[in-house]
């Protein structure tokens, strides 16, 4: 247990449905972060808060919405997504957004896009 | 092209045996890190070794950094079964925080 949760841990969803990520850190911490996890791609970094505050969209795609309601919950609120949308989603957490602070990652939730 | 890369990809050994991955990257960094992931599941923090340093061990773990030829390695000492697992390295870029990019992984197999 790294302190992170996610839920749901799997789900399938049709390109037309509006689902939620929920990811939940008992850490104390004040950034969180979304990572996406592609089968033979490196993971790639989606969104960084600090603070509750977006201080990093890595040009990703507008039916992907993040929401930060406070500094333990993070959501990815997930609309009409494409199949190459498949992939694991990665929470994360660590003390703040500067360097130099290791990153606290939950389970993951796999997502599979029909 | 991505700014950390692992080789091996794959590396397959015998329970014993000592196993070294490699990470290379092309920018300036602030710090390295190691991260290890059992399969489907979430990363696990191992190591993390600052620019200005040279070599870190923690356990059976052993990282060296040459910022000069922007590589690191890991070596994993007296492997077991348990080691079997992706290992990836991720680099912070000067000037960007804790905005971590992450090589493709090293795949280990440690065979009983």
Redesign the interface.
Known sequence: E?G?T?TPRHLVMGMTNKKSLKCEQHLGHN?MYWYKQSAK???E?MF?YNFKEQ??NNSVPSRFSPECPNSSHLFLHLHTLQPEDSA?Y?C?S?Q?????????????T?LTVT | S?Q?EEDPQALSIQEGENATMNCSYKTSI??L?W?RQNS??????LI?I?SNEREKHSGRLRVTLDTSKKSSSLLITASRAADTASY?C?T?KNN??????????TRLMVKP
Do not use: C, I, W
């Not at chain 1, 703040?96 to 993951?108: H, K």
């Not at chain 2, 960007?96 to 992984?105: I, K, S, W």
């Open positions: 790294t992170v996610q950034a791609k490196p993971l970094l960084v201080t990093e694991l990665l994360a660590s703040t957004s500067a360097s130099s602070y290791e990153q606290y990652f939950g389970p993951g796999r | 991505q950390g602030n710090n890190q991260y489907g599941r979430g990363l696990v923090h993390l600052r990836f991720a912070d960007a925080g804790n905005m971590l990019t992450f090589g493709g992984g």
